[in-house]
């Protein structure tokens, strides 16, 4: 009998350490890197979507080949052409979409053509003469820095100056190349 005591006194010790050893709170720490996304593109649609992943998801995936707008021809029939500058950005910063234009120019006569630029939202076209050299123009302009994912669409019109074309002597190669830029503060 006293060994039966002894051998339940023992499981009786052990079992009290087993319970007296439960922990209620566990600590699980949770790690990421969310990498840095930024981009624009010219295109002849905006960025559509209902919501801010299915903009993001048009953005990368959609607006690819003929939606890209790498040149824009103009005719007699058709002086005005509406295209849209798409934004994409996850970068804590200020940014800024700008660019600078001249007019158009053959390399084998001497007249120029001008045009203008009407930026959705803003107050008036911004007119190239074909004098002019360098114009700058803001497409999108965020105000202050800004946090977190956004995408953004800016639709703007370029129209030739109907005078200027009409004036213009002929030529196959009329042209001018925008550089447009994306700043971040």
């Known amino acids: 009998m006293k060994k039966t005591i002894a051998i ?3 499981l009786v010790i052990g079992m009290a350490g087993v319970f007296a050893a439960n922990n209620s709170t566990a600590d699980l720490a949770l790690k990421t890197n969310v ?3 930024y981009g624009l593109k010219i295109a002849s649609r905006a960025v559509e979507g209902a919501t801010l992943g299915a903009k993001v998801t048009d953005f990368n995936d959609n607006l690819t080949g003929e ?3 790498g040149e824009v021809p103009f005719t007699d029939q058709d002086l005005t052409e509406t295209l849209y500058m798409n934004y994409l950005s996850n970068q804590k910063v200020k940014a800024t979409v700008t660019t600078t234009m001249n007019p158009m120019a053959s390399g084998s006569v001497s007249t120029k053509i001008g045009y203008s630029v009407a930026v959705a939202g803003a ?3 911004v007119e190239v003469g074909s004098g002019d050299s360098s114009v700058p123009i803001t497409f999108i302009d965020e105000g202050s820095v800004v946090n977190g994912m956004r995408v953004e669409s800016k639709a703007f019109t370029i129209t030739m100056d109907s005078d200027e074309w009409l004036a213009a ?6 042209s001018t190349t925008w550089t447009v830029t994306l700043a971040t503060i």
């Open 67 to 69: 939606l890209l707008v």
């Open 123 to 125: 107050t008036a076209p």
């Open 8 to 10: 339940l006194l023992v």
């Open 169 to 174: 002597s002929a030529a196959t190669d009329y």
């Open 35 to 37: 990498p840095g996304k």
